[in-house]
């Protein structure tokens, strides 16, 4: 539960029908929290038990050859990648949502990116799920005064019957745990869904502070924005990627 090591949130507005949070670096926690880091952004990406065992058979090698044939190259996909995991560890280690699989094991391609909303996590209380959250997540180094809009209709298109990405988990979700898998496909019911509570998170990680949100008029129920800062974004994203990539290729 490194995050709360890492950020802290500066400020709490509310704009239109949307709360909005903005997080900064806690000063100097990146080094203390990087390796922790490293790894669970390895772990978005492959089998632990696989990895496991390569490493108690102390073959470096190919568990460095499988680590990097799934782990993007592209800046494009490393970008969006980072915030679908930054998104996800927000949403799990602040508060309490779960995620059954991690979405970027399941990538056909390396540098492709999975259709469907970026983000989906339950909040599971005494065994039932009781809320569904949807995320979209946005990087950008530079200001773009239309990324907020686009974020919002692409959560409003996923409300329109249920998110695309329910009918992707539940099989998959079904495979390791059968009573949870049924109840994921419970929600593609559209009156099960409509019943069920909702959650709508957009996370905007810049390399610039904002000076305004344009947060347009829309009808989503519990609207969050999360806005994190990082001055040096550019750099950060690429030499993360390549620690994850050369990670183990020393141990």
């Not at 880091?37 to 038990?49: M, S």
């Not at 560890?89 to 391609?109: A, G, M």
């Not at 904002?210 to 550019?234: G, M």
């Amino acid at each position: 539960m490194f995050f709360k090591d890492w950020i802290e949130s500066e400020q709490d507005l509310s704009i239109q029908n949307c709360i909005v949070v903005k997080f900064n670096e806690i000063p100097d926690a990146r080094e203390k929290i990087y390796e922790k880091l490293v790894e669970r952004v390895i772990e978005h990406y492959t089998n632990p038990k696989r990895v496991n065992k390569y490493l108690k058979d102390e073959k470096f090698s190919k568990l460095e050859n499988y680590i990097n044939k799934r782990i993007p190259t592209d800046p494009i996909h490393e970008k969006g990648d980072f915030g679908e995991i930054f998104g996800t560890e927000h949403l799990k280690q602040f508060h309490n949502y779960t995620f059954p699989i991690l979405k970027l094991r399941h990538k056909h391609k390396t540098n492709k990116s999975l259709e469907g909303e970026d983000i989906i996590g339950l909040y599971i209380e005494n065994g039932e799920i009781t809320r569904v959250c949807v995320g979209e997540a946005k990087v950008r180094t530079n200001s773009d005064s239309n990324v907020l809009g686009e974020a919002i209709d692409q959560l409003e298109k996923s409300y329109t019957l249920h998110p695309t990405m329910i009918k992707f988990f539940s099989d998959r979700v079904y495979e390791i745990d059968e009573e949870l898998g049924d109840k994921i496909e419970d929600l593609m019911s559209i009156e099960f869904f409509e019943q069920i509570k909702k959650d709508s998170w957009i996370f905007f990680i810049t390399g610039y502070k904002p000076r305004k949100f344009n947060i347009k008029n829309n009808e989503l129920n519990n609207l969050f924005l999360i806005n994190v800062y990082f001055e040096d974004l550019d750099e950060f994203i690429p030499a993360l990627f390549e620690d994850c990539r050369g990670y183990y290729h020393e141990k």
